[in-house]
């Protein structure tokens, strides 16, 4: 048998409801319930990742970055060397003749890996970066 599940309500402003409806059926979600719960999640993951000081956690950094601007390529290379203990591995994807997209996967200690994640953010040639973080 499943978890026990519980109904709950919350206030939501109209213009915001109205988003969350067109993103759900952007995704294909069916119900409202479904799209909280993987929100609260991702919300949940991200708490336990900050309260994990001392333990090892996994993640995942993904950078968009120009490689046409004199050193950015470099830069995200010689940073990942300076924080190898962490990097498990790395993707490079030419995306066009002047975007990148690198995936990098960490497991380290979470000061670390943000360190690692808002040096690459401030570097320049960097349009985006995503840090994706996993707790069990």
Not at 36 to 63: F, H, M, T
Not at 73 to 87: F, L, R, T
Not at 96 to 123: Q, S, W, Y
């Amino acid at each position: 048998m499943g978890e026990e599940i519980v109904r709950t309500s919350f206030s939501i402003p109209c213009s915001l409801l109205k988003e969350l409806e067109e993103a759900m059926r952007a995704k294909g979600y069916k119900k409202r319930s479904k799209v909280i719960c993987d929100a609260i999640r991702n919300y949940l993951a991200e708490y336990r990742w900050s309260e994990c000081e001392g333990k090892r956690v996994a993640a995942v950094i993904s950078l968009l970055y120009d490689h046409e601007l004199r050193g950015a390529s470099e830069a995200v290379i010689k940073a990942g060397h300076e924080y190898g203990q962490s990097v498990i591995s790395t993707m490079h994807i030419h995306l066009d003749e002047r975007n990148c997209l690198e995936v990098i996967v960490t497991k380290g200690h979470p000061k670390e890996i943000r360190e690692f994640a808002e040096g690459l953010m401030g570097m320049r040639g960097v349009k985006q970066l995503k840090l994706s973080i996993m707790t069990s």
